[in-house]
């Protein structure tokens, strides 16, 4: 039987990130929307949590945390309450971090886990989504050739959030040798691996992400995620999606708990509009989209737990909830009215985020 019952533990966490996000993280929210840029010592802030650190083991100098994506599903989506951008900033890390530490081999996992434990924030990140609009992470175009002891790279990514500032970007691309989907390391020096200039997005404008171009880029074969057994893309991607999605129900709670709050503050006729039939069946609408997309994230996540595949789960809450944000915030800019479309109201910018969801793959994990 489903249980979706916090641990004392879970709700500790909870609280705790929630309370950063709506103290710490939602200030900045718009001038890191104006201005391109988040906040170092913001990013720094949130370090200190143990957001990354947490599970890697204390040989190696994390805390020793249990890993459970559950925990991560709360984690994002308490985070992107607070903001998208932001959120996804701060969890890039774990975009490889993550995997090398539940995939990788020995030798990866000291090589790369002592990174993230220090005190200071420590920029990483992977490169999955392609620019074309078929992209599929099952048939990739990127492509992984092998010759002798090394692997050439060749391909296009986008969406690769933190780029420029990585030393070593997770390269996700399909083996030319059988066709399946494998994760490369490779250094941000590496002969043949370019970073463009900065992309221009309509949403998450606070989040830097760059295009990468991979031409005969070569690693050595101690670069391949896993060594010769490689890794588990399938579930990297399920982990992927759990997060996506859950960033996405915080985007939804934010315009629903904005629009409901101003909606029982603004007075037409003399009376608060949330009580006017119209507004309070669109309100009640918006609560149970919500519920729904967590109840779906919460069931992927709850079978990641166990060990068990969740490719489906994890499809159908991102597709999912990708409606349900943008819908919610949509809502929420109708709630407003006039209000809505200004910036003086954050519901403009989260609807702008939530427009990006659905075209989002590899934006942070659990």
């Not at 489903?2 to 103290?23: C, D, H, K, P, Y």
């Amino acid at each position: 039987m489903l249980s979706f019952e916090l641990s004392e533990e879970q709700q500790m966490i909870r609280e705790t990130v929630g309370a950063f996000a709506r103290e710490q993280i939602r200030p900045a929210a718009r001038p890191a929307d104006e201005s391109g840029e988040i906040p170092a010592a913001l990013a720094a802030q949130a370090w200190q949590l143990g957001l990354v650190q947490g599970p890697i083991p204390e040989s190696l100098g994390g805390n020793g945390d249990t890993r459970l994506a559950s925990t991560g599903a709360l984690i994002a989506e308490e985070l992107a309450y607070g903001d998208l951008s932001i959120a996804a900033h701060v969890l890039a890390p774990r975009l490889l971090a993550f995997p090398v530490l539940e995939m990788g081999t020995d030798e990866q996992r000291q090589r790369y886990l002592k990174r993230f434990t220090g005190a200071a924030f420590a920029a990483a990140t992977a490169a999955l989504t392609e620019p074309r609009w078929d992209f599929d992470p099952a048939a990739m175009a990127t492509v992984a050739r092998r010759d002798g002891n090394s692997f050439v790279l060749d391909g296009n990514k986008c969406m690769v959030a933190l780029a420029a500032a990585c030393g070593t970007i997770l390269v996700w691309a399909a083996s030319a040798n059988h066709g399946r989907v494998e994760g490369f390391l490779v250094a941000r020096d590496t002969p043949g691996l370019r970073i463009g200039e900065r992309e221009k997005n309509m949403g998450l404008k606070g989040l830097e992400t760059y295009a990468v171009e991979l031409t005969g880029c070569r690693v050595g074969a101690e670069a391949r995620l896993g060594g010769e057994g490689g890794a588990d893309f399938r579930r990297v991607m399920s982990q992927s999606r759990v997060a996506t999605a859950a960033m996405g129900v915080g985007v939804a709670h934010a315009a629903f708990d904005y629009a409901r709050d101003y909606a029982k503050e603004r007075k037409a006729f003399g009376v608060p509009i949330a009580t006017k039939q119209a507004v309070a069946f669109m309100l009640a609408d918006m609560a149970i989209e919500i519920d729904a997309a967590r109840l779906l994230v919460w069931e992927a996540a709850w079978h990641l737990d166990r060990g068990e595949d969740a490719h489906q789960e994890s499809y159908l809450a991102r597709n999912y909830v990708a409606a349900a944000a943008l819908k919610v915030a949509d809502n929420a800019v109708q709630v407003l009215g006039g209000h809505g479309y200004i910036r003086e109201h954050p519901v403009e910018m989260w609807l702008r985020n939530a427009r990006g969801l659905s075209a989002l793959e590899g934006l942070a994990t659990v």
